[in-house]
């Protein structure tokens, strides 16, 4: 009978110890409470972080760009996109541990369409390192959010020859698939670029937040979603064509509309819409 008891108590203990230790599944909605299984290794050691906890966004680590692109002798940043670029807290704003940069139908200094692109230029500069970013990206008809970088100083020359790493980009009408791209070689229209995609089984990425990141190390940049490698480029992808990606580089967040590569708005496109950012993190390799 005491064994009996003994085995019952040590059953009841066990049961307690997990109940006590497990983690609710959820929805996937709540960005709250990261994956362990995403966390870095014991090789990357964090360096910079925006955990977007602040009552608005932090300047000593964003800076923001204004209009139409214009100003750089860009038409539509390049790209022939239909936005304004602003701060306002209409198109940009910290909420409830989020940041949002929200897109929104209006008519705004000559355009139909407003929204927001910050980067960390001459604040968050790098040259390699492990690079997460855990976001929610928004859907429809000639949304393009991007999550990217571009060179801190234009060793090569101008777009394209010192390169652009996008981590990751999303055109709303293809809702379940995000692509990572590096951008190369000569003046337009000698410009390179090497992608890959990524597609969801199931879902979309506007209905919960996924982990983008790269591993950028000398000669080799790895694209992963959720911890799942697609996409590896070397200098040999890119012959005969300069390797610009030994140097630094500074992050971007922004949510055009319109342009080349999404299409414009159309009658099923819904605003406003988001792309929410529960936070980006930069780690560098620990010294072997």
Known sequence: MKNQLK?????????????????????????????????????????????????????????????????????????????YYTDREENVFLEDGLLHITALEESFEGRNYTSARIRTINKGDWKFGKIEIMAK???GQGMWPAIW??????????????????ITELVGHQP???????????????????????????????ENFHLFSIEWEEDEIRWYVDGEQYHTIQPEDLEPENYPFNEQFH???????????PGNPDSSTVFPQSMLVDYVRVFEKAEE
């Open 7 to 83: 085995i019952a108590l040590i059953l009841l203990a066990t049961a307690l110890l997990f109940n006590s230790c497990g983690t609710s599944s959820g929805d996937g909605t709540d960005p709250v409470g990261d994956d362990p299984n995403n966390e870095p290794s014991e090789v990357w050691n964090l360096v910079w972080s925006d955990e977007f906890e602040a009552d608005q966004l932090e300047t000593d680590k964003w800076s923001f760009q204004f209009g139409t692109g214009s100003q750089f002798g860009l038409v539509g940043w390049g790209n022939n996109e239909l936005q």
């Open 149 to 166: 970088m571009l060179p801190t100083e234009e060793v090569f020359g101008g777009w394209p020859k010192s390169g652009e790493i996008d």
């Open 176 to 206: 379940s698939t995000v692509h990572g791209t590096v951008h190369f070689g000569q003046d337009w229209p000698e410009n390179r670029s090497r992608t890959s995609t990524y597609s969801l089984d199931s879902g979309k990425f506007s």
């Open 251 to 261: 992050l971007i967040l922004n949510l055009a509309v319109g342009g080349n590569w």
């Open 137 to 139: 990206l928004p859907e």
